[in-house]
T-cell receptor, first 115, second 116 residues
Framework: AQSVTQPDIHITVSEGASLELRCNYS??????LFWYVQSPGQGLQLLLK??????LVQGIKGFEAEFKRSQSSFNLRKPSVHWSDAAEYFC?????????????FGTGTRLTVIP | GAGVSQSPRYKVAKRGQDVALRCDPI?????LFWYQQALGQGPEFLTY????????KSGLPSDRFFAERPEGSVSTLKIQRTQQEDSAVYLC??????????????FGAGTRLSVL
């Protein structure tokens, strides 16, 4: 079945520590890949996206993500977390060959940052 | 406004009531999407408009859900005879292009619906 999996429901990191949030997808062909962040009471904000080309993509707020075809993964990273990064993070895909326009989301990872 | 605006931000309904949720997309955006986000879950697609045409409504969970975008800008999601399982955050997103998987979607803050 087609799916987007975020295996970590909740992650806690110390401010200044590095961060990696995992995302795996299960689609026949490589979909278009996205990471969104959702702060309480806010809409989803796009952090970065991958369509093709360089497998390491840079986003806003110092985030980056690496696409690994062999692992069907698109993990989000940040070298040094700030307290303001505490939020819910969603990995999402658009299947590239189905004609669909809508996003399919994972269940999200909630990030807590401790001082 | 500069972003996607949704109203009301919060809605409490008694079971069986009808509700209407409004979305004002970014001006000029062709595509408009509705998503439903249950507590602790990721958003799930409901329906998609390109201008005034509803091109995909495959995600609407029942015939109690109805969406429209009559003039190709503002959209309304209507839920008839609300049930407790309809309690969720309803998100609207718009994008500048028509059909295309690479189109970036910009989201509103959502409407939190609570059905008592």
């Amino acid at each position: 079945a087609q799916s987007v999996t975020q295996p970590d429901i909740h992650i806690t990191v110390s401010e200044g520590a590095s961060l990696e949030l995992r995302c795996n997808y299960s689609y026949g062909a490589t979909p278009y890949l996205f990471w969104y962040v959702q702060s309480p009471g806010q809409g989803l904000q796009l952090l970065l996206k991958y369509f093709s080309g360089d497998t390491l993509v840079q986003g806003i707020k110092g985030f980056e993500a690496e696409f690994k075809r062999s692992q069907s993964s698109f993990n989000l990273r940040k070298p040094s977390v700030h307290w303001s990064d505490a939020a819910e993070y969603f990995c999402a895909v658009v299947p590239s060959q189905t004609g669909a326009n809508n996003l399919f989301f994972g269940t999200g990872t909630r990030l807590t940052v401790i001082p | 406004g500069a972003g996607v605006s949704q109203s009301p931000r919060y809605k409490v309904a008694k079971r069986g009531q009808d509700v209407a949720l409004r979305c004002d997309p970014i001006s000029g955006h062709v595509s408009l999407f509705w998503y439903q986000q249950a507590l602790g879950q990721g958003p799930e697609f409901l329906t998609y408009f390109q201008n005034e045409a509803q091109l995909d409504k495959s995600g609407l969970p029942s015939d109690r859900f109805f969406a429209e975008r009559p003039e190709g800008s503002v959209s309304t999601l209507k839920i008839q005879r609300t049930q407790q399982e309809d309690s969720a955050v309803y998100l609207c997103a718009s994008s500048s292009q028509g059909a295309g998987a690479k189109n970036i979607q910009y989201f509103g803050a959502g409407t939190r619906l609570s059905v008592l």
